[in-house]
């Protein structure tokens, strides 16, 4: 089982950056897609964006395309997320989740049967 720790939420306004890192031990993500995940309260979970390991296949969701990227080093073995150009709609507890998953990415419903953090809050002020 592969352990997850987010880290790198805060405060920021709105136009500003932040970077998310999502560190594994436990194993290394070969064979894995990571996904990022935020909840805003009274909201249901969206994924943000994921990224196969192996492939480097990844997807994002609408509402962050061009604005949020995620990377992965191989070296660190964690993933990060970049975020610019942030929005106070942004704001939400991120998560990350592991799920052993060999090409491609996983659909929504598998991802809970992986790993997960225990997320970090990034708060956007307008």
């Known amino acids: 089982q592969v352990q997850l720790v987010e880290s790198g939420g805060g405060l920021v306004q709105a136009g500003g950056s932040l970077r998310l890192s999502c560190a594994a031990s436990?194993?290394?993500?070969?064979?894995?897609?990571i996904g990022w995940f935020r909840q805003a309260p009274g909201k249901e979970r969206e994924l943000v964006g994921a990224?196969?390991?192996?492939?480097?296949?990844?997807v994002y969701a609408d509402s962050v395309k061009g604005r949020f990227t995620i990377s992965r080093d191989s070296a660190k073995n964690t993933v990060d997320l970049q975020m610019n150009s942030l929005k106070p709609e942004d704001t939400a507890v991120y998560y990350c989740?592991?799920?052993?998953?060999?090409?491609?990415?996983?659909?929504?419903?598998?991802?809970?049967?992986?790993?997960w953090g225990q997320g970090t809050q990034v708060t956007v002020s307008s």
């Open positions: 989740a592991a799920r052993r998953w060999y090409y491609g990415i996983p659909g929504s419903a598998l991802w809970e049967s992986g790993s």
């Open positions: 990224i196969n390991w192996s492939d480097g296949g990844s």
């Open positions: 436990g194993r290394t993500l070969n064979n894995y897609a």
